[in-house]
């Protein structure tokens, strides 16, 4: 069966937001979204090298309550930082951060979190160095950010995927 269907619930997805983005819902729309939505299930099996494991389950609640709670923080500072307009100097900048990530399941997650939060950018992987690239909208202490994403997502991403 995983062979006809190898992400089923994909599938499910692609299919209702297929239908969704119609103006109206007949067999028509219904059997060509299944055949959009299977063959795009296909092309995302051959992509995908490996399933990612997850070894602590228990930590992604962690994982996601500190992303969440960190994106709100961000919105905020982001918003005071364009209402503030002129008047407030921001300082962007480059941080180039080494990491210790090397599951790409974990660095894409990684990458996730920081392109989301409001202020800053995942721009480049370096599998060379194991190091990202990161632009930041207002870099005060590019140290203080670096320990930050490294103490409070990179440790649980290790826990979690390797």
């Known amino acids: ?3 006809v ?7 499910i997805s ?14 028509g729309h219904v059997l060509l979204g299944l055949v959009v939505a299977w063959a795009a ?18 930590l992604m609640v962690r994982l996601i309550i500190a992303a969440v709670a960190d994106i709100f923080r961000s919105n ?18 480059f941080i180039t951060m080494p990491l ?8 894409a997650v990684l990458s996730c979190i920081l392109t989301a939060t409001p202020g800053s950018a995942w721009l480049e992987y370096n599998p060379v160095d194991s190091s ?8 005060i202490d590019e140290q203080a950010w670096i320990d930050t994403v490294k103490r409070r997502y990179e440790t ?3 826990e979690i995927f390797q």
């Open 1 to 3: 069966m995983r062979r």
């Open 5 to 11: 269907f190898p992400h089923p619930l994909l599938m």
């Open 14 to 27: 692609l299919t209702l937001m297929w239908l969704l983005l119609q103006q109206s819902a007949g067999l």
């Open 41 to 58: 299930s296909h092309a995302m099996a051959r992509l995908l090298p490996h399933k990612p494991r997850i070894r602590r389950p228990d």
């Open 76 to 93: 905020i500072a982001v918003s005071r930082i364009i209402l503030a307009g002129s008047t407030r100097q921001t300082t962007a900048g």
């Open 100 to 107: 210790e990530l090397k599951d790409p399941a974990a660095l």
């Open 132 to 139: 990202v690239l990161i632009h930041v909208l207002d870099l």
């Open 156 to 158: 649980l991403l290790l």
